[in-house]
Nanobody
Framework: QVQLVEFGGGLVQAGASLRLSCTAS????????MGWFRQAPGKEREFVAG????????HYTDSVKGRFTISRDSAKNTGYLQMNSLKPEDTAVYYC??????????????????WGQGTQVTVSS
């Protein structure tokens, strides 16, 4: 089993920054893919960004490119989502997720085996 624990949500004004963290425990992350998703009220959970743990290669949805940065600290088994220039439409519950054994870029929630508890990000205009 893998446990994912998130920190870092909050209430900010438009244009501000937040950094989310997701710390993994329980099993090796060496072959994992970590993704960040978000879900706004009444909407489906959507892919935001993903990172291949071993290589550090990243993938983003178009709406956050240039504003969000996903990264990881392998020594701490922690992934990060740095969110800059936040907009009201970024308001959602943000989740980290992991698939421990994959070679692809995973954008569908169903592809992930483990999920964090979620953290609320609210951006006021």
């Amino acid at each position: 089993q893998v446990q994912l624990v998130e920190f870092g949500g909050g209430l900010v004004q438009a244009g501000a920054s937040l950094r989310l963290s997701c710390t993994a425990s329980g099993r090796s992350f060496s072959s994992a893919y970590m993704g960040w998703f978000r879900q706004a009220p009444g909407k489906e959970r959507e892919f935001v960004a993903g990172i291949r743990w071993a290589l550090g290669s990243t993938h983003y949805t178009d709406s956050v490119k240039g504003r969000f940065t996903i990264s990881r600290d392998s020594a701490k088994n922690t992934g990060y989502l740095q969110m800059n220039s936040l907009k009201p439409e970024d308001t959602a519950v943000y989740y980290c997720a992991a698939n421990l054994l994959t070679r692809g870029i995973l954008t569908a929630p169903s592809a992930y085996d483990y999920w964090g508890q979620g953290t609320q990000v609210t951006v006021s205009s």
